[in-house]
């Protein structure tokens, strides 16, 4: 089963509103969580780094006060995107790393469209 | 910063062996994944290359040569269900940050 829960799989919102995606981390505690967008037949790329505790860290480019992250507990991060417009809508993605060595799970995804 | 290029389309028929190349430029490296992606889908792990040589796991297979900037992945007896995107990864430092390459769309035919 999942171990990295994503929700809401689908959202439609309008213009000018603010949506907020959640990430989980299922039986295990994730200080750090990764944001990643992904643009039709496009790369994912890597927002921002989520620091439970702590400030987000943003990849350049990124705008943090329209892509704001919260990192409140060991097992959340939050994504909400505010004052949304139609060129937000995308895929985005959570990912966290195990605890053990090498291994990264992905959430399942959140496909955004503003309409 | 991290660039990692990769052909953006092959084509390649059931039952085929075909090679998806990735060359990339990094400040610092910590090995090179490779991820498969299905339309609307997350990625899912395949392979990790941390030395140089090749990794193999079942019909996939991975290569290295960290003097040359390269990995390649190597998907044997092709099947449909092969069709997919498929990124190579490198991790930063610390916290298995991941930077994707550009990505290659393999279409398997019949």
């Known amino acids: 089963g999942a171990v990295v829960s994503q929700h809401p799989s689908w959202v439609i919102c309008k213009s000018g509103t603010s949506v907020k995606i959640e990430c989980r981390s299922l039986?295990?505690?994730?200080?750090?969580m990764f944001w990643y967008r992904q643009f039709p037949k496009q790369s994912l790329m890597l927002m921002a780094t989520?620091?439970?505790?702590?400030?987000?860290?943003?990849e350049q480019g990124v705008e943090k006060d329209k892509f704001l992250i919260n990192h409140a507990s060991l097992t959340l991060s939050t994504l909400t995107v505010t004052s949304a417009h139609p060129e937000d809508s995308s895929f985005y993605i959570c990912?966290?790393?195990?605890?053990?060595?090498?291994?990264?799970?992905f959430g399942e995804g959140s496909w955004l469209t503003v309409v | 910063g991290q660039s990692l290029e990769q052909p953006s389309e092959v084509t390649a028929v059931e039952g085929a062996i075909v090679q998806i190349n990735c060359t990339y430029q990094?400040?610092?490296?910590?090995?090179l994944s490779w991820y498969q992606q299905h339309d609307g889908g997350a990625p899912t792990f395949l392979s990790y290359?941390?030395?140089?040589g090749l990794e193999e796991t079942g019909r996939f297979s991975s290569f290295l040569s960290r003097s040359d900037s390269y990995g390649y992945l190597l998907l044997q007896e092709l099947q449909m269900k092969d069709s997919a995107s498929y990124f190579c990864?490198?991790?930063?430092?610390?916290?298995?940050?991941?930077?994707f390459g550009t990505g290659t769309r393999l279409l398997v035919s019949p």
């Open positions: 989520s620091n439970e505790g702590s400030k987000a860290t943003y």
């Open positions: 290359n941390g030395l140089d």
């Open positions: 039986d295990f505690q994730a200080t750090t």
């Open positions: 990094t400040s610092g490296f910590y090995g």
């Open positions: 990912s966290a790393p195990g605890q053990l060595g090498n291994t990264i799970y």
């Open positions: 990864a490198v991790k930063g430092p610390g916290f298995q940050k991941l930077v």
